[in-house]
């Protein structure tokens, strides 16, 4: 079983990726972990106060959410657990650290999606993902149907396998 890494702005559009997963690895059942990346606290009071989920769990919207059950419903043979993570960090050892402690084996390279940041400590890991040593899969939405770019939730149920 493969521990897939998607990176994730809790877009929609996001979710689709999981469509060229589930294509790329048609007969084996994977892990699917949607990371959100985050910096670290700049001040001293956030930091010692900052606790890693309980003020980020809001960045994840209900359509997001409603979205993952439909593509666990939809993926039920093939993707065993999807969950969201938040990566707190920003340099090359932290993200290490953070794939080996989730015990990723491919980490997916989105090539045509537009990352929006949902908060003011949120970034665009694509960097990141870039230099580390992980396989890589380059990915772009499956364009079969062009209802896929719309990012709404029907699009997840409309996506062709």
Not at 42 to 60: A, E, G, K, P, V
Not at 95 to 121: G, T
């Amino acid at each position: 079983m493969k521990n897939i890494l998607i990176p994730t702005d809790f877009s929609i559009r996001s979710l689709g990726y999981v469509h060229s997963v589930a294509a790329h690895y048609p007969h084996e059942t994977v892990n699917i972990i949607f990371m959100h990346a985050l910096n670290m606290p700049d001040s001293l009071f956030d930091l010692i106060t900052y606790t890693r989920n309980s003020r980020h769990i809001d960045l994840i919207t209900a359509d997001f959410k409603d979205g993952c059950e439909i593509i666990r419903n939809k993926y039920a043979s093939s993707v065993h657990q999807l969950k969201v993570e938040f990566f707190h960090g920003n340099t090359r050892a932290a993200f290490r650290n953070f794939c080996l402690a989730q015990n990723i084996d491919v980490i997916v390279s989105p090539m045509d999606h537009e990352y929006h940041l949902p908060s003011k400590r949120s970034y665009n890991p694509s960097k990141l993902i870039a230099s580390s040593k992980y396989p890589l899969l380059k990915t772009p939405l499956l364009s079969t149907r062009k209802v896929v770019a719309k990012s709404t939730i029907s699009a997840l149920l409309l996506a062709s396998e």
